[in-house]
């Protein structure tokens, strides 16, 4: 249970719990303490000002009729209910009237006010009221201990009198303030460590289910997902976010087999031609131009085998999001005019008909040299796979669409007519059974396909009738200028 209690502390929430809490309870201290010594001073203040009243009152009977009238109107004061503290002592200080049998010593001896409050007896409190004022005052109800603030002043004659105000009931106000500070502080600090707890507890049960799928993943679980409960809290937004890089590590990871296992399969086609043609050489007669044409044979097989390692280094590359080249202001339609404007020749040989179709200047953010080598890929597909058609005839069309900039080249060949197969024909090394019969590697629309995600577009293959449309797109393409 203890260490239970220690791992919750340690918890982000129980400590700002406990922040929240520490803050709140100085706040409420000082406030509450604030609020009762403003009103208790208030209360002394009106004390004071009562008793000031009461002073006035009887000089003016000292005045109207001397000593007797004051002694007669402190003894009528003093005995009515709720009366004030009222006494007359001679020079001396002994008590000759009023309603006070007791003082505090030292209480006559200063005149004016009392610097603090003083005790004090009131005249007739007999031993047993006293001893039940004191146990009350054990029970909360009352102070065995009276308190007073009072005025004191000489006459002439040198007799003393002391008005004064007893001070119960701010006393009083103060101790039920504190009672209810005490009560709340209590709530309150039971009701904070059970959030503690149980927020504490959530908060770790949380953290284990993250470290149990943690661990089953770091032991080879590859396709196992950090858990989210649907709250939206912080937890499941870390958790979302770790998902989705598992998610593209997972993506990585199959890429990086997929090559592997591409270049154990289809690449040890033409390493063996390779291997034959150059056994084939040795094999045969001293002839020089046999040797020759042997070698120049291996050159072509070596440098397609060359261009196709390059393609999947650059495949990888932009899958992985990296690339040494810079992004720039490209011109699509500049672009379009140039890539058309170089495979005319390869499509007048094989009687294939070229159109490109531009508007202005369409611009977007991107690497020129990338989206040319895509571009590239596809028409040159484009025009191998027209090439027996009827009327054999590309098309190369961009135009500006609500999400972006679209770049379609489209061709009247045998085209992809299986949705299932235009997916696959996007994956490395995939050739369908129809492009067996026609030169490559299988990696064309692989690489526009990156290049696509690369720039944050897509590629998509739609069937036409007859043919395919390859589109590249771009989205939130922006005119220059």
């Known amino acids: 249970m203890g260490r239970r209690l220690l791992a919750i502390m340690n918890t982000t ?222 937890f499941d937004r870390l958790s979302e976010s770790l998902n989705a890089m598992l998610t593209r590590i997972a993506s990585l990871n199959e890429g990086l087999r997929q090559v592997s296992d591409n270049i154990a399969h289809d690449l040890k086609t033409p ?6 043609r150059a056994e084939a050489a040795l094999a045969g007669a ?31 590359r932009l899958e992985a999001g ?12 500049e672009l379009v005019r140039d890539v058309v404007e170089l495979y005319e020749p390869a499509a007048e040989e094989v009687g294939v008909i070229l159109e490109a179709e531009t508007t202005g200047p369409e611009t977007v953010d991107g690497n020129r040299e990338l989206i040319a080598q895509a571009l590239s890929n596809i028409v040159d597909n484009s025009i191998k796979y027209s090439a027996g058609a009827a009327e054999p005839r590309v098309r190369v069309r961009l135009a500006r669409e609500a999400a972006g900039l679209r770049l379609s080249v489209d061709d009247n060949g045998p085209g992809i007519p299986d949705a299932a197969d235009r997916q696959r024909a996007t994956e490395r090394f995939v050739r369908l059974e129809k492009s067996r019969s026609q030169p490559g590697s299988g990696l064309g629309l692989s690489l526009a396909k990156a290049v696509m995600r690369f720039h944050g577009g897509r590629l998509d293959l739609d069937a036409r009738d007859p043919g395919l449309s390859v589109a590249m797109v771009f989205p939130d393409a922006k005119e220059s200028g």
Do not use: C
């Not at 927020?199 to 661990?215: F, H, M, N, P, Y």
């Not at 002839?287 to 393609?311: C, K, V, W």
């Open 286 to 316: 001293k002839d020089p131009a046999e040797y020759r044409e042997a070698l120049e044979g291996t050159i072509a097989e070596s440098d397609q085998l060359i261009r196709t390692f390059n393609a999947i280094l650059m495949i990888s």
């Open 13 to 234: 929430a129980a400590r700002l719990s406990a922040l929240y809490l520490i803050l709140f309870s100085i706040s409420a201290v000082f406030l509450v303490f604030y609020m009762t010594s403003l009103s208790v001073r208030m209360l002394t203040a009106q004390t004071q000002e009562t008793i000031n009243e009461e002073v006035q009152g009887l000089a003016a009977a000292y005045q109207r009729g001397g000593l007797p009238l004051l002694v007669r109107t402190i003894e009528r004061r003093a005995r009515q209910p709720g009366a004030n503290l009222y006494l007359i002592a001679d020079p001396n200080g002994r008590i000759l009237s009023g309603n006070v049998e007791s003082l505090e010593p030292g209480v006559l001896d200063i005149e004016g006010w009392t610097e603090k409050p003083f005790s004090y007896q009131r005249f007739g409190e007999s031993g047993a009221e006293r001893g039940a004022a004191g146990q009350a005052q054990r029970a909360g109800e009352t102070e065995m201990r009276h308190a007073a603030l009072a005025l004191v002043l000489r006459l002439p004659n040198q007799m003393i009198i002391l008005v004064g105000r007893d001070l119960g009931e701010p006393e009083r106000f103060r101790a039920v303030v504190r009672r209810a500070l005490m009560v709340a502080f209590g709530m309150m600090g039971v009701g904070a460590l059970l959030i503690w707890y149980f927020v504490g507890r959530r908060a770790l049960k949380r953290i284990d289910s993250v470290s149990e799928a943690s661990q089953r993943i770091m032991d080879g679980d590859l396709a196992g997902r950090l858990p989210v409960s649907g709250a939206g809290d912080e």
């Open 271 to 276: 390493l063996t031609r390779l291997r034959n």
């Open 322 to 333: 990296y690339s040494t080249e810079a992004l720039s202001k490209v011109d699509l339609a």
